[in-house]
């Protein structure tokens, strides 16, 4: 079987490398040249664990080479972003409506499509099986299209690709069985058959479950500092409850799925979305509640610098997409205040090291769980931090011994 797969970013390349590992032949194709060449050369431009390793595998074996261009193949995946429109937030359908339109001189009958990316409910149906249908092919006959959404974790992608249960939303039972055929390849989690417009809803609903009950956790957190309570407590004790399970507050939420998926449901039936949007600005709110907090911590301090650690929006990758502590970063540059920004999974102009983020520094505040922020060197925090105090956004930071280190979380904020 051959499968091109277009994208090569966080889905399409673990995807193309899976599929080459299993004995298919796989094209990569991305619209970037340099990512192309890189990726011939085994060079990966995002950071995975396991996946540089499977890659090589793949190009030793020849089962893998990557692309600017689309060629004949057996089965055609679209792994590209949707972003959403900045008008009125619904789904950004132009990369796909793009990589659907590049692979149509490549097509022959009985070719299967599967859209990977995520889009916004019935645009299988209405948007893309149509185009299709314009270039002569017959849905369900002749062209078998189905919507299959991905459902994994940045840190462990490779895992979970392999593990996870599968939605396959098919615009007719025929292509749903064509498109589980495929996944069969490497997928053992059980392998789910529906309608497209159904496997849409179903994984935008996924995603906005996890903004809505994140938003609760946040909201929490702001009510507990404004009436002086430990939110951390309040969780911790909660969640002691067994059918209580309440998510764990942050800066905000990033990420290409949460941030941005709630919106695709939202702009379909904004009258009836009601708590879908509200979830979704108590979300957005959180980088300037952390920016307010930041600036009472440094209220008496003049000209202070502020030590920023990690802008990833997930612990232990270089993933910015969509991260709230990107935002927090630009925030603070807005309002003048001198920041160092260390991120050991992220490379960005301006970034540093941890030592030289916190050198003179008034406050490190903690924007990413990444391992490397989990045990600090506080010895060394101490003697080169004009005022040693940690705002940890994340609560990752255990307490310690050292009393000259003050550690502020979202379970003290209160007592600011």
Do not use: W
Request: with cysteine; glycine share 6%.
């Amino acid at each position: 079987m051959k499968v091109c797969i277009i994208g090569q970013g966080y889905i399409g390349l673990p995807t193309a490398v899976l599929f080459a590992n299993n004995s298919c032949e796989v094209l990569g194709v991305d619209i970037n040249p340099k990512i192309v060449e890189n990726l011939n050369e085994g060079k990966l431009h995002i950071e995975e664990p396991g996946l540089k390793e499977k890659l090589k595998i793949a190009i030793d074996n020849k089962n893998y080479s990557a692309s600017t261009t689309p060629e004949k193949s057996d089965v055609f995946i679209i792994t590209v972003p949707t972003p959403s429109n900045i008008e009125d937030l619904s789904c950004d359908l132009s990369y796909v409506i793009s990589a659907c339109e590049s692979i149509i001189p490549y097509l022959e009958k009985e070719n299967i499509v599967i859209i990977e990316s995520t889009i916004a409910p019935m645009s299988t149906d209405n948007i893309i099986k149509p185009i299709f249908e314009k270039a002569g092919f017959e849905i369900g006959k002749d062209l078998y299209l189905s919507h299959c959404p991905e459902r994994v974790l940045p840190g462990k992608i490779m895992e979970e690709l392999i593990n996870n249960d599968r939605i396959v939303g098919g615009i007719t039972p025929r292509c749903s069985d064509k498109a589980a055929n495929v996944y069969k390849t490497f997928v053992k989690g059980k392998i789910m058959k529906t309608e497209a417009k159904t496997a849409e809803m179903s994984k935008c609903m996924e995603n906005t479950f996890r903004d809505v009950n994140i938003a609760l956790a946040n909201e929490l957190t702001k009510i507990c500092s404004k009436i002086g309570v430990n939110a951390l407590d309040v969780i911790d004790l909660a969640n002691k409850h067994p059918r209580v399970n309440i998510h764990s507050p942050g800066p905000g939420v990033g990420g290409h799925c949460l941030a941005i998926d709630p919106y695709f449901i939202y702009a379909l039936a904004p009258e009836e979305a009601k708590m879908i949007k509200l979830a979704r600005d108590t979300n957005d709110s959180m980088p300037q509640f952390v920016v307010d907090k930041t600036k009472e911590l440094l209220n008496d301090i003049e000209n202070p610098k502020i030590a920023i650690l990690g802008v990833a929006y997930k612990g232990n990758t270089g993933d910015t997409r969509e991260s709230p502590g990107v935002i927090v970063c630009h925030l603070l540059k807005e309002e003048g205040f001198n920041i160092g920004i260390h991120d050991p999974h992220v490379d960005g102009e301006n970034y540093c090291s941890f030592e030289e983020a916190i050198e003179n520094a008034d406050i490190c505040l903690i924007l990413s769980d990444h391992d490397e922020f989990k045990n600090l060197d506080f010895n060394l925090m101490n003697e080169n931090m004009r005022n040693p105090i940690i705002f940890d956004t994340k609560n990752i930071v255990e307490n310690i011994s050292n009393n000259n280190i003050k550690i502020i979380n979202y379970g003290n904020l209160s007592k600011l």
